[in-house]
């Protein structure tokens, strides 16, 4: 009785250990179908964008959705965009890795906030250059902590950002191919902050590519909802400490909000009187 015991323990035990493993194994497409197949033989249907799909360069119009020249974000992240698993389709396209060197910084909390990218070392003069094929759809100054920086837009459905750059090498609607010139750093930063996209919401770039050797990971890579979930616990509101002459009015203008989203997020009225010291939020 006893050994049956410790049988049947040890069957349950292995039962759940196999259970909490769930790996994809393989992927069945078939025209608009598309299911993963995971190790625990359960499956689940995904939705593949068409910018996605293993397709020709050129044969996708990458710029027909969203995009936006003037800004890094083509529109603010959002979680609610990460409910499916997207495959990214790398086929047998060229790509290659930014920059090649010692990562400084991985993706992830960092000082409390989110870290969105990788930081690579960047030595004076590096060049920097497209991780694919794709087409360039932000270049500039991100009055952000990011400095002069460059976005492309690929046809595999995916965006990168490169950051931190001294020289940008490459302009706006321009065409360019993976391993071509993105920018020159190393002096306004000792590093390039590297993000990879996927519906302008970031994720960790160790996902898809080695980093230590350059090399992808696979050719075709499933995203998970679960690999943006620290966007449910990152905390993008803002706050404003009241000084001495603020008033509501004069806040919200400042910062680009109506006087109502202050009132209601603060559980205050329009003829509230400000305590200075008070902090407000604002977003
Ligand atoms: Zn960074």
Redesign the pocket.
């Known amino acids: 009785m006893k050994r049956m015991t410790i049988f049947v323990a040890l069957c349950l035990v292995c039962a759940l250990s196999f259970a909490q493993v769930k790996t994809p194994v393989d992927t069945i497409s078939r025209g608009n179908l598309n299911v993963i197949l995971y190790s625990d033989k359960t499956w689940q249907y995904v939705d593949i964008q068409p910018a996605t799909k293993s397709v020709k360069t050129d044969t996708v119009d990458v710029t027909a959705q969203n995009w936006v020249t003037t800004s890094l974000s083509a529109q603010k992240p959002d979680y609610a965009r990460t409910k499916d698993t997207c495959i990214v389709n790398f086929g047998t396209d060229a790509y290659s890795f930014p920059l090649k060197g010692k990562v400084v910084?991985r993706f992830g909390m960092r000082s409390g906030k989110m870290?969105t990218?990788i930081?690579i070392e960047m030595k004076h003069g590096d060049s920097l250059v497209a991780a694919f094929d794709g087409i360039v759809r932000f270049v500039g100054w991100t009055n952000s902590n990011l400095g002069n920086a460059v976005v492309i837009r690929h046809y595999n459905g995916l965006e990168t950002v490169y950051a931190h750059l001294d020289e940008i090498k490459c302009k706006v609607n321009q065409k360019i191919n993976a391993g071509e010139l993105v920018g020159i750093g190393g002096t306004a930063a000792n590093h390039l902050?590297f993000e990879t996209r996927l519906k302008d919401n970031a994720f960790d770039p160790e996902l898809i590519f080695n980093v230590q050797t350059g090399v992808l990971v696979a050719d075709r890579i499933p995203i998970y909802a679960s690999n943006f979930d620290y966007m449910k616990f990152v905390d993008n509101s803002q706050y404003h400490v009241v000084k001495s002459g603020d008033t509501l009015y004069a806040i919200a203008r400042k910062h680009h909000v109506s006087v109502k989203q202050i009132c209601d997020l603060n559980g205050i009225k329009e003829t509230s009187i400000l305590s200075v010291g008070k902090r407000l939020r604002l977003r």
């Open positions: 910084s870290h990218g930081d902050h």
